[in-house]
């Protein structure tokens, strides 16, 4: 825990260094494209101005001067499987961008989903006779939770605190500067393999790159997706990648549950190239341009050419009808939702005092997929955009870019995690574990 501690301190004196400079690289590693956005930051971009616990991600003084996205190689379930490959694909994205923007970029923030994330929620009081609340104090109740013991071979990703108490007064974002007699913490903190972790910071270094930051693609999806009032009383963001399906939980501005579904669009898209004898990429532009999951009496008639290029007239001018598509597809989605709802189920989300879904990522533009999803998550559903970000180019916009365009809100104003504050090292163990949503029932 002691050498996570440093290495995520370093990485933030890296970001301080990276934005002193002006210039600094975002890239999102998944399993079917990797993306990279060059930002350039001005004066009023600087995290020094703003030392708010909690500060939502704002878009002042940062904009986007380069951008580029590349088909990925070498990625499977959001994981480095072929490091040769990642790494091309890695340069390939960072030397267009660097070429659009104009400028050399050492310095990157990555984000990766998968590596079986799992939530904890800690949780711990520290007395304080009656002084002020200074970083000190919070840097001692951040010390005091006791940390799970969360396996050999996994490590800590994010670790936020997501609500402060002052004697009885709860739900405070940042207590610093007020007087009281004992202060609590709720904490949210994320492990992941550290496997992943491991491969994704040699790959860039062997990419010459600085790593200047790390983050879960669920987290950063749920910042760019969800609007202010839904990160504020309570929502879920599902990001339906290629390789996986991200699933995060919001409440009060802070993500306080994460977890993964290893199944994405790449699945489906394999699912049609069996069902139908295709080619892969035949699969992809039949399930972009032709794809839903609700199936009407015209899909009968409606004929989709699903011609080849084999050379072979009779195989190369076949028609499938709408409706056997949509059969082959409605199965994987409907398999992919009742994963995620055991996840949801699990986290406790029916407990939050809102239960807005928001589906967003690449896969999340299927046809009637937010009609499914609302049956089968008995939840309000709507299909999320990424919020705008200064300069940022039409081609990017898109839901496929949620945690790339969070992932730029996440730099900009990063939120206070355990490594911002002086814990003293020795405090850093411990064996217990409590549930994560547990403090709404009890102080909402």
Not at 33 to 57: H, M, Q
Not at 232 to 251: H, N, Q, R
Not at 384 to 394: D, E, I, K, W
């Amino acid at each position: 825990m002691t050498d996570l501690y440093q290495s995520q301190r370093a990485m933030r004196q890296m970001r301080r260094l990276a934005m002193q400079r002006g210039v600094v690289a975002i890239l999102d590693i998944g399993s079917s494209k990797i993306s990279c956005l060059v930002l350039r930051f001005d004066g009023t971009g600087r995290l020094s101005e703003d030392n708010s616990i909690g500060s939502l991600a704002g878009q002042s003084g940062v904009r986007v001067i380069g951008a580029a996205t590349t088909r990925s190689r070498g990625v499977t379930f959001g994981e480095i499987s072929a490091m040769q490959e990642t790494e091309r694909a890695i340069r390939t994205a960072v030397q267009a961008a660097q070429k659009m923007a104009e400028v050399r970029v050492d310095h990157v923030i990555a984000c990766f989903a998968g590596a079986l994330p799992r939530s904890y929620g800690l949780d711990a009081t520290v007395e304080l006779e009656g002084q002020e609340v200074t970083e000190n104090e919070i840097a001692r109740v951040l010390a005091a939770c006791e940390v799970p013991e969360y396996g050999a071979g996994r490590e800590v990703l994010h670790a936020q605190p997501v609500n402060f108490a002052l004697d009885n007064r709860s739900g405070l974002e940042d207590p610093r500067g007020q007087m009281g007699q004992a202060l609590s913490v709720d904490m949210h903190m994320l492990t992941v393999e550290a496997a992943a972790i491991q491969n994704l910071v040699r790959c860039i270094q062997r990419c010459d790159l600085e790593l200047a930051g790390i983050a879960s693609s669920g987290y950063v999806s749920g910042i760019s997706a969800l609007v202010e009032d839904e990160q504020e009383l309570g929502a879920a963001c599902i990001d339906l990648g290629g390789g996986t399906t991200s699933v995060s939980i919001f409440m009060k501005k802070h993500m306080i549950f994460a977890d993964a579904v290893r199944m994405g669009g790449d699945h489906i898209t394999s699912d049609i190239s069996m069902g139908l004898g295709v080619p892969t990429a035949t699969a992809e532009r039949i399930k972009t341009m032709s794809g839903g999951v609700h199936a009407t009496g015209a899909d009968d008639r409606d004929m989709i050419d699903i011609g080849g290029e084999t050379g072979d007239w009779e195989r190369d001018r076949r028609t499938v009808s709408r409706a056997e598509l949509i059969g082959i597809m409605r199965p994987r989605v409907e398999e992919i939702l009742e994963e995620v709802r055991v996840r949801l189920d699990a986290a406790g989300f029916d407990h939050l005092p809102s239960q807005q879904i928001v589906l967003t990522g690449g896969s999340s533009q299927i046809l009637g997929l937010d009609g499914l999803a609302s049956r089968i998550l008995g939840q309000q559903v709507r299909l999320g955009r990424p919020m705008r970000v200064h300069g940022l180019p039409q081609a990017v916009t898109g839901p496929g870019f949620a945690s790339a365009v969070g992932l730029c809100l996440f730099a900009a104003h990063p939120q206070d995690e355990w490594w911002d504050f002086e814990a003293p090292v020795d405090r850093m163990s411990g064996s217990s574990m409590r549930r994560v949503v547990r403090w709404f029932k009890d102080n909402w």
